[in-house]
């Protein structure tokens, strides 16, 4: 399958991202990124492993980052009341 990027980014640049979760089960989200520096060539898993994105903020529900997982951002408990 041929590469289409979508969009690219320069390290340390804020990636903004929005999720829809469908059921709410707790637990968190990753977001990974991998750089592929040929138009033909598609990444691997194992690029996307080793370069998992850091967490920097939640616009929506003001989570803080897990500073001993930075590459987590948690989902909301079911507590807080949903935000649209």
């Known amino acids: 399958m ?3 990027t979508q969009q690219t980014y320069a390290r ?3 990636v903004e991202v929005e999720v829809t979760l469908t059921s709410h089960r ?3 989200f990753e977001f990974k990124s991998c750089s592929v520096p ?3 060539e598609s ?3 194992e690029c996307f492993d080793d370069h998992p994105l850091a967490f920097v903020s939640d616009e929506l529900y003001s989570a803080n ?3 001993d997982r930075p590459e987590r951002a948690y989902v909301a408990p079911k507590s807080i009341p949903i935000r649209v």
């Open 43 to 45: 990444p691997t898993q």
């Open 38 to 40: 040929g138009t033909t």
């Open 2 to 4: 041929p590469v289409n």
């Open 12 to 14: 340390g640049e804020i």
């Open 26 to 28: 707790g637990g968190h």
């Open 65 to 67: 980052p897990d500073l």
